[in-house]
């Protein structure tokens, strides 16, 4: 069975600081996915990352996959209050009767950036 | 594009009864997924379909039923709805290609007394 671990869960940084977080997976995958949620609100895609090396940036925030490593990282660069919320990875894998994919979530960061 | 839409957006049900949540989505996607997302579990996926009239049980199937009579539905139904069954529901579509993203509707916040 796939397991999503993400690290830290909880994340409280200031403005202007640079932090990582990490998305760690059990099984062979080379399609990860970042989702973002605010609080009360749907997740929104941010970042689909499909192969070993890839690497994909958008404002501060810069996301990448180590396929052979099973991990992935969102990094975030002189963080701003506007990017306060909870970052969700995914990890696909294949449902075996249909040959369908599924995304299995991490846990989720909560990041709260202070002014 | 309303992409993908949920109705409700809030119930209150009390133990034993029952409701159906409606998703649709206008994008023409082929599969769409019914998850529930509860504090500190991310998550999780408690039905699927892959195309119309089809549907399959996700990690959390037990105590709901869904269908997909047309390709721009897919209905969740609670038959006898408990407290263990309070939760926020998302449902997402994506399409077969290569990506498989996955979109969003804006939630149905239940609660169950």
């Known amino acids: 069975e796939l397991k999503v671990e993400q690290n830290p869960l909880f994340l409280s940084m200031q403005e202007g600081k640079n932090y990582t977080i990490y998305c760690n997976y059990s099984t062979t995958s080379d399609r990860l996915y970042w989702y973002r949620q605010d609080p009360g609100k749907s997740l929104e895609s941010l970042f689909v990352?499909?192969?070993?090396?890839a690497v994909k940036q958008e404002g501060r925030l810069m996301a990448s996959l180590d396929t052979k490593a099973r991990l992935s990282t969102l990094h975030i660069t002189a963080a701003v209050h506007d990017l306060s919320a909870t970052y969700f990875c995914a990890v696909d894998s294949f449902i075996s009767n249909f040959g369908n994919e599924k995304l299995t979530f991490g846990t989720g960061t909560r990041l709260t950036i202070i002014p | 594009n309303a992409g993908v839409t949920q109705t409700p957006k809030f119930r209150v049900l009390k133990t034993g009864q029952s409701m159906t949540l409606l998703c649709a989505q206008d994008?023409?996607?082929?599969?769409m997924y019914w998850y529930r997302q509860d504090p500190g579990m991310g998550l999780r996926l408690i039905h699927y379909s892959v195309g119309e009239g089809t549907t399959a049980k996700g990690e959390v199937p037990d105590g709901y039923n869904v269908s997909r009579l047309k390709k721009q539905n897919f209905l969740l139904g609670l038959e006898s709805a408990a407290p263990s069954q309070t939760s926020v529901y998302f449902c997402?579509?994506?399409?077969?290609?290569?990506?498989?993203?996955?979109?969003f509707g804006p939630g149905t916040r239940l609660t169950v007394t």
């Open positions: 994008m023409n996607h082929e599969y």
């Open positions: 997402a579509s994506s399409y077969w290609g290569q990506t498989y993203e996955q979109y």
């Open positions: 990352l499909l192969s070993n090396g």
